[in-house]
């Protein structure tokens, strides 16, 4: 089995004095969902998400990224990927940060990477109803873009489900609009655009008595980080890579 140092990856650093208006542009040009932060004397105090970016809209902001800094999770480089996926768990992150002995960031590894060689390697276990998330955040096709905004920075939401005629008919995610030009313009004017407009489709969903490998192999092949659930046409619930790394440490 591969270790951190065999899929450690360079990662994105700032310090707790940069401002957040630097952070925001990084997460939305970059593929990482998170940014490590130091002190400054180059010692890994934690991390800021998308989530975290989306707070502050005015791109002449001073306010600095001491104030949103989350307790992160580190790992030596050469801790195993059962180990990391352990850390990455616990702490809710989609990114292990690689320190060495001073707590200096050597790099990092990504959720998204080692998810599919966890998932190849290690036996996975249950039913996806084992491991979902009840009752999923849930939009409509015509509610106005800013509004959705704004549920998504106070409740700390990822992803909506998008719903059409008692349908589900697309997934809006935080990515979707820090990467999506019109969608932040729409923003700026209001957020008036409807949600359908920006939302991603075809919705890919997985019904609750399918095995938690049958999960994971539809999120590795369509490069998904989360999965609908259905029970028949009705949706009941969200599931994630989280989720399926509980399935992963099932058998602990």
């Known amino acids: ?48 998400d998308i989530t975290d970016a989306l707070r502050v809209t005015d791109t002449k902001s001073d306010v600095l990224i001491e104030g949103f800094v989350r307790e992160g999770t580190a790992v030596p480089p050469g801790a195993s990927l059962i180990a990391v996926s352990q850390a990455i768990r616990e702490k809710n992150t989609d990114t292990a940060v690689v320190v060495n002995e001073e707590n200096h960031v050597l790099g990092g590894v990504l959720l998204s990477e080692i998810f599919p060689i966890l998932c190849t390697r290690e ?44 349908n589900l008919t697309g997934m809006l995610s935080r990515r979707d609009i820090l990467k999506n030009g019109r969608v932040r313009k729409s923003l700026e004017n209001g957020g008036k ?19 938690i490998s049958a999960a994971a192999e539809l999120m590795v092949s369509h490069d998904l980080s989360q999965l609908p659930v259905v029970d028949g046409d009705v949706l009941v619930g969200m599931i994630d890579r989280h989720g399926v790394l509980n399935g992963l440490h099932a058998k602990e």
């Open 123 to 166: 036996e996975l276990r249950g039913t996806v109803r084992d491991y979902m998330k009840a009752g999923p955040p849930i939009c409509n096709a015509d509610d106005h873009l800013g509004k959705i905004y704004s549920k998504m920075i106070e409740c700390d939401i990822s992803a909506f489900a998008v719903i059409k005629e008692k």
């Open 193 to 211: 655009v409807p949600v359908e407009s920006v939302m991603t489709t075809p919705v890919i969903t997985i019904e609750k008595d399918e095995s």
């Open 1 to 48: 089995m591969k270790r951190v140092e065999d899929v450690m990856v360079r990662v994105p650093v700032l310090t707790m004095d940069d401002p957040m208006t630097r952070a925001r542009q990084m997460l939305r040009d970059d593929i990482f969902r998170e940014i490590a932060v130091t002190d400054t004397k180059g010692r890994y105090v934690g991390y800021i």
